[in-house]
């Protein structure tokens, strides 16, 4: 009880109405479902899998059983008429979709019902279900369905249960069970009234499924431009009506950026999906400290002041072999993609000098092709919710013209990835190359070859719980950068736990290591799971990248989540770190909160130029 009193404490209230359930009883939701409890207590690894999914033992008696992970649940129904459609929303506390007949205790109760709003039913019909009332059943639509739930912060978990009719044999009932996050986050910090600053997110305002991010910073010492006084808002629309267009409006002026922007935004969002593109235009203005690569002791800064406008068009074609398994999952896209970048303000510029800031008009065209399909999984990214893993491949060709004030240039590129489960159980593997350059006359300027390659094992058994070993391996090489266009390795870029401004050059090489327990207790209703990581990496100045001292940082922690929360993952960490130049000690400390990470997906947007990080 005390943990949610503590829990409690930390949230504020709002004022809100609970929809009403769309079934009043539980028995539809066991229907071709066992004793789960039952059946997982047989052995050790069952009992560990349980313990991780639910925090209690509520039920007794028959409650829902978890599908295999890398089974279709819905292959059996394909064809049937769905005949009506359910929306069960649970609580956002003491609830699960794995067991719908949990009701938890009071004080979930209570925090569930009085201090959120669920998900206005209608939205969820609207915006968010891929099938309708009359329409065949297509076991792929219904499990892309789950995975665009799912994907959703204001959603913790998503299940599609196919209930067949016993009068009518060739239709089905349709029950969505959903789980929506707390949709409230607070953020600030105060060291006197002269200095503090204040945050609120709304991820789900009043069941709309929009989301309001505000913030504010005084620092009343600040004798930057724009420095007393900070402030933030951005405002998303995840889905406009049945589009599924995103829209999202920013405003934000903070002492180093500011920023006015709409973004219109339509993703191919499964293979089913025709077209895709975007819109956006807006207004930046920045202010960062940039070392000159050939000598890391002269810091310019660089300020900035620019308007853009960016639009993009895809679509999206069948597989010409319809009748073969590739073309199941198999798309070929074609897209088109405009920009304006349109400088008031930047460094000096010249036909061979800071070609990032020229302005410029582009015009690209892609063709690729790709193959995804997914699995579902836990314990990657999550700590207990549902994954979706992307499985599949793709490659991608992209030409173009870029028009700017010194002239034409062409652009050729090509970017492949792919990822796959490995066979005899050894775990993930995804790799991902780019290769892309702008050329005149003949000549190569302002190029960049990179390649990735991530490993994720499966999950290991230990005692009660489990633990996963991840590899990240990523190197860069630039071709004719500029003096301010450069790589950097410190930070999530290759040396985890440290912010320098002087491992920078035009090629790097960064291997990582990281071995993750997840733990079968719990504080305060957050998961834990603790981390050790390794992490070594390589970059040039002007020399040669085998000339690179090698950087390193070793060290261990532990991260704290609870997944019906949207809050940032809370770690702490602590690293040891050698050859890191101007480095006060080798020893730091950090509490910060970690956005969970997703891994990448296999469908194709707009044409891009290869990136150089």
Known sequence: MCRYLLLFLMLSFAASAQNPDSLDTHSRDSIRYTNLKARMSKTKFSRAVYRLLFRDVYN????????????????AYEGMVIRKIYIRQLNILGESVYDTTRKGNQLERFLSKSVHTNTREGIIRRSFLLFSEGDDIQAHVLKDTERLLRSNRMFVDARIIVIPRKDVTWMADIMVLIQDSWSLNFSGGFSSFNKFRVGLENINVRGTTHSQRTAIRWDSKDTAKNGKFQFRAIYTIPYIGKTFITAQASLILERDLREQSIRFNRRFITTE????GALEFG?????????????????TLLLTDYKYYDFWIGRAFKFPFANSKLAQNSRIVTAFRHNKYDYDKRPEVAPNLNKNYWNRTATLVSLGFSNRNYKRDVLIY????????????????????????????GYG?????????LPHNLGYMYLLGNFGSYSKNGTAQQGVINGELNYISNLIPFRYSFFRQFVNIKFAKGINRDPLDYLNISGDRGIRGINNDRL????????????????????LGFRIAYFVFADIGLVNGVPHLWKSPL?????????????NLTFNTLQLRFGYYVNIPELSSPTRFAASGNVPLRLRDFDISAPAIAPFQ
């Open 60 to 75: 007794q008696g028959k409650v829902t059983e978890v599908k295999e992970i890398e089974t279709n649940p819905f292959t």
């Open 273 to 276: 999906t025709k077209y895709a």
């Open 283 to 299: 207004h930046y203005k920045t202010r960062q400290m940039k070392r000159e690569l050939e000598s890391k002791d002269s810091v």
């Open 382 to 409: 999550g700590f207990g919710r549902t994954e979706d893993v992307p499985v599949g491949s793709l490659i991608a060709l992209t030409i173009g013209r870029e028009n700017t004030e010194y002239g034409a240039r």
């Open 413 to 421: 590129g090509i970017q492949f990835a792919s990822g796959k489960y």
């Open 504 to 523: 920078i050059g035009t090629k790097k090489l960064t291997i990582g290591t990281e071995t993750v327990f997840f733990s079968d207790k719990s504080l």
């Open 551 to 563: 950087y390193q940082g070793y060290g261990l922690g532990l991260r704290l989540r609870n997944e």
